[in-house]
């Protein structure tokens, strides 16, 4: 190991990391901004360190390895499946700590039992923290972006609410923002009394034509910006959601999912009893649960030593799937994160669908974590 600053356990790490069977991917520090600003979420986002080539393509430090990873195995053009691993500097703006800080991880590419790749994931994230951060007691949380997407679409929402629930999964006050917001819908929007008319009575049709009048009129060219048709859309689609209410049932059925908070052990069964509870057919999303638990059960894992959160989620808007976090410390430090991120591949650039899960190990806060043990 060569890179200054490294931890006093970098070695053993990238040992442990080997054994692992995961190659180790060198990834330049300089990334094409483009991915991380569309994909990886606004907590990100607003993190990242920007800058410009003299071509003005933007550019920034590296903010993450999952995403530069799946685009080096993407221009590589090489088979699956396939697993990497990385130790590195990642770059974020943060309110406490360092602005650069080693990150190590796995990424594990087109493995097609995705139940038994979730479970290695957990499983080797606790392994190494519970290596290299030896002497605390480890808090494992579990969530499920593919079962809170199930609960929501059973529902009934309009896609409009739908996409804005799943966005804001793991962000509680903006999830519970937009519950507020369903169980008490802001139609205070001040309107044209006649894009209002248009509006109440789902005119469309008579709505386009009024804009597009009124656009002729002011001597604003349908051209310059959006048109007539493409405004009539916009105003229609924050219409339905402006105005959209959840039923009591169905606004009690997602504050219920919400605060279901079990050990691992007790989940199929809570998680089954809530859909038969709430009338929702979800069976897809729990089964795909129920063989990630058989999985982990599988690697000997303790089920009961691990908790499923029905809220839990990680502010990166990639995830499809499981997400998972490993905290130690006085403090709760989280140590290591992941998850599932199914779509991902196919955005970046991927022929096919490939199936993808991964963690990374906070270093900087293993040894805080080492230090006080």
Same mark, same amino acid.
């Not at 804005?164 to 309107?191: C, K, T, V, W, Y």
């Not at 990166?316 to 410390?329: C, K, M, N, R, S």
């Given at each position: ?21 995961? /190659? ?48 080096? =195995? ?9 697993? +990497?691993? +990385?130790?590195?500097?990642? $770059? ?9 800080? $080693?990150?190590?991880?796995?990424? @594990?590419?087109?493995?097609? @039992? ?17 290596? *290299?951060?030896? /002497? ?18 059973? #529902? ?12 804001? $999964? ?10 507020? %917001? ?15 008319? *248009? ?10 034509? =009024? ?25 229609? @689609? ?35 009893? $809530?859909?038969?509870?709430?009338? #929702? ?36 808007? +990639? ?18 994160? /992941? /998850?599932? +991120? @199914? %779509? ?25 974590? %080492?230090?006080?043990?």
């Amino acid at each position: 190991m060569t890179q200054a600053g490294l931890p006093t356990f970098a070695d053993e790490l990238a040992l442990a990391l080997d054994a692992l069977e995961a /190659g180790r991917v060198d990834i330049p520090v300089i990334q094409p901004a483009e991915p991380f600003l569309d994909m990886a979420g606004e907590d990100l986002r607003r993190r990242i360190f920007l800058t410009e080539s003299e071509t003005g393509e933007s550019l920034c430090l590296r903010p993450e390895f999952t995403i530069p990873v799946c685009r080096a =195995h993407i221009a590589e053009s090489v088979g699956t499946p396939r697993r +990497y691993s +990385y130790l590195g500097k990642v $770059f974020r703006q943060r309110r406490d700590g360092a602005n650069e800080f $080693f990150q190590a991880g796995v990424e @594990d590419l087109g493995e097609p @039992d995705e139940a038994r790749a979730d479970a290695r994931a957990v499983s080797d994230a606790r392994t190494l923290v519970s290596s *290299f951060a030896p /002497g605390n007691a480890l808090t494992v949380t579990i969530g499920d972006q593919s079962v809170f997407e199930a609960v929501v679409a059973g #529902l009934g929402l309009p896609a409009g609410w739908q996409k804005r629930l799943i966005h804001a $999964f793991g962000n509680e006050q903006a999830l519970n923002a937009m519950i507020a %917001r369903l169980a008490s819908p802001d139609e205070s929007a001040a309107l044209d009394d006649t894009v209002a008319g *248009f509006l109440a009575a789902g005119d469309a049709s008579g709505l386009e034509k =009024h804009i597009e009048s009124v656009m002729e009129a002011t001597g604003y060219s349908t051209h310059a910006s959006r048109s007539p048709a493409e405004i009539t859309a916009r105003l229609m @689609d924050k219409q339905a959601l402006a105005s959209t209410r959840l039923s009591p049932d169905a606004l009690d059925a997602l504050k219920t999912f919400l605060a279901l908070d079990v050990p691992l052990d007790r989940a199929a069964e809570t998680l089954a009893a $809530f859909a038969s509870s709430a009338g #929702l057919d979800i069976r897809s999303a729990q089964t795909s649960f129920e063989a990630r638990l058989d999985a982990l059960s599988e690697r000997g894992e303790d089920l009961s030593s691990i908790h499923w959160r029905a809220a839990f989620g990680r502010p990166l808007d +990639y995830y499809t799937g499981l997400v998972f976090e490993i905290a130690a410390g006085g403090a709760n430090l989280v140590l290591a994160g /992941g /998850g599932r +991120y @199914d %779509r991902l591949m196919a955005l970046l650039g991927a022929q096919a669908p490939i199936p993808a899960v991964g963690f990374s190990l906070w270093l900087d806060r293993i040894e805080t974590v %080492r230090a006080g043990s």
